[in-house]
């Protein structure tokens, strides 16, 4: 494993440290929530767990260097999170093998975000089954994303985290040993708020938040049901 969300904070600290705020989004009794930390803010990683111990799960991730650490979680159910942990991965060649090592240590990859030279990975401990991983590009367009999502569905994989950097989607994708879910990426824009009501409605038609991305104007979330 490489660097924890600590040194990933400190790598990019802003000249002015703010308290970690809570995105426009439903109460804690609602079925997700999406935490947004200014870079250098202190008492991340303690809300983060606080909102573990309320029974929620961290299930997508996006930094945003020298800005902003996005959280997005979601009620855990009935899976138990044990801990989570967020790394970052700047040799490509070793790659594979880091997140293999990462499974085989009992530690689930929920979410990527591409920065830089760099992959960032939000991981939970938790029973969650997994026996095989992907990670794949795409242009980031409507039609390539649904093709890479039912390329994948197609071979038994489930849409499991996204990213977005410069002109490319990038995805990740596990195998659960039962049924996969079919997956699909809606785009909000920032500025409207849209994400709110569009996870809202999303869920309301039983579609689940598992993924988080952004750019400059937008957010992607990856859904599952």
């Known amino acids: 494993m490489k660097r924890s969300v600590i040194a990933i904070a400190l790598a990019f600290v802003a000249a002015t440290a703010l308290l970690a705020q809570e995105s426009p989004s439903p109460s804690a009794r609602e079925p997700w929530k999406l935490l947004v930390f200014p870079i250098g803010a202190p008492g991340m990683e303690e809300q983060i767990n606080e909102e573990v111990a309320n029974g929620y799960m961290p299930v997508g991730v996006e930094l945003e260097p020298g800005e902003s650490l996005s959280v997005l979680l979601v009620q855990s159910g009935e899976t138990e999170v044990d801990s989570w942990v967020i790394s970052d991965h700047a040799d490509w060649n070793a790659l594979e093998d880091e997140i293999t090592q990462g499974l085989t240590a009992g530690l689930v990859p929920m979410d990527i975000s591409r920065v830089e030279d760099a992959l960032v990975i939000l991981w939970v401990r938790a029973s969650i089954p997994v026996t095989g991983w992907r990670l794949h590009t795409a242009a980031n367009t409507i039609s390539d994303r649904a093709r890479a999502t039912n390329q994948f569905q197609s071979e038994g994989f489930t849409l499991w985290g996204i990213s977005v950097y410069e002109d490319l989607a990038w995805f990740l994708f596990l195998k659960q040993p039962e049924s996969q879910r079919a997956g699909t990426t809606s785009v909000y824009r920032k500025a409207t708020g849209a994400i ?23 957010y992607y979330v990856a859904y599952v049901r």
Do not use: F, H, K, M
Request: proline share 4%; glycine share 14%.
């Open 196 to 218: 709110t009501d569009g996870i809202v409605r999303s869920s309301e038609d039983g579609w689940l938040p598992i993924g988080l991305a952004a750019t400059l104007d937008d």
